[in-house]
T-cell receptor
Framework: SQTIHQWPATLVQPVGSPLSLECTVE??????LYWYRQAAGRGLQLLFY??????ISSEVPQNLSASRPQDRQFILSSKKLLLSDSGFYLC??????????FGNGTRLTVT | GENVEQHPSTLSVQEGDSAVIKCTYS??????FPWYKQELGKGPQLIID?????GEKKDQRIAVTLNKTAKHFSLHITETQPEDSAVYFC??????????????FGTGTRLTIIP
């Protein structure tokens, strides 16, 4: 069966510091990969999605970037965090015969 | 692009009663409608989904209905239990298969089951 791993679970970072969140998927090949952000009490905003290695589409211009160095690895990064980057970040995957599945998220607090 | 509206934003139901959450979508080309349940501190989990060639789908105490003409779909939970308390999200997308679909989510409904 397929599993998705996302880490860390929680992170507190100062303004201006860099960010790297990692997500890996097991048990499937060539998945579509996604990064979502969920602000407190709000809905799910799609940030990036990827259909293959090195192929990244950005949905919302902002202070973040994404990379896919391997088939089942998706990384969310920032060079300098802003206070507004605080939120709950969710990695997700889908496949040809598999609907969207989310990881357990990373709660990021920028102080 | 697609726009999904979800109501109500909060819902309190006595244990054992039924709960109904409704969503409307704007793009008539949408053909896939999943529902996700998010417990506190966790990622959303898919609980049921429906495609536009089906009007209703049931899975034990959970059912989803779809009205393509009116462009709305609903989640029905019967015999509610305390563990049903969570935030529920509806979503919509178009596409021939799961892999190429980008979901547009509703804003969520916080369901509280009162013991």
């Amino acid at each position: 069966s397929q599993t998705i791993h996302q880490w860390p679970a929680t992170l507190v970072q100062p303004v201006g510091s860099p960010l790297s969140l990692e997500c890996t998927v097991e048990g499937t090949s060539n998945p579509n990969l996604y990064w979502y952000r969920q602000a407190a009490g709000r809905g799910l905003q799609l940030l990036f999605y990827s259909v293959g290695i090195g192929q990244i589409s950005s949905e919302v211009p902002q202070n973040l970037s994404a990379s896919r160095p391997q088939d089942r690895q998706f990384i969310l990064s920032s060079k300098k965090l802003l206070l507004s980057d605080s939120g709950f970040y969710l990695c997700a995957w889908s496949g040809h015969n598999s609907p969207l599945h989310f990881g357990n998220g990373t709660r990021l607090t920028v102080t | 692009g697609e726009n999904v509206e979800q109501h109500p934003s909060t819902l309190s139901v006595q244990e054992g009663d039924s709960a109904v959450i409704k969503c409307t979508y704007s793009d008539s080309a949408s053909n896939y409608f999943p529902w996700y349940k998010q417990e506190l501190g966790k990622g959303p989990q898919l609980i049921i989904d429906i495609r536009s060639n089906v009007g209703e789908k049931k899975d034990q105490r959970i059912a989803v209905t779809l009205n393509k003409t009116a462009k709305h779909f609903s989640l029905h939970i019967t015999e509610t239990q305390p563990e049903d308390s969570a935030v529920y999200f509806c979503a919509a997308s178009m596409g021939a298969n799961f892999g190429n679909e980008k979901l547009t989510f509703g804003t969520g409904t916080r369901l509280t089951i009162i013991p």
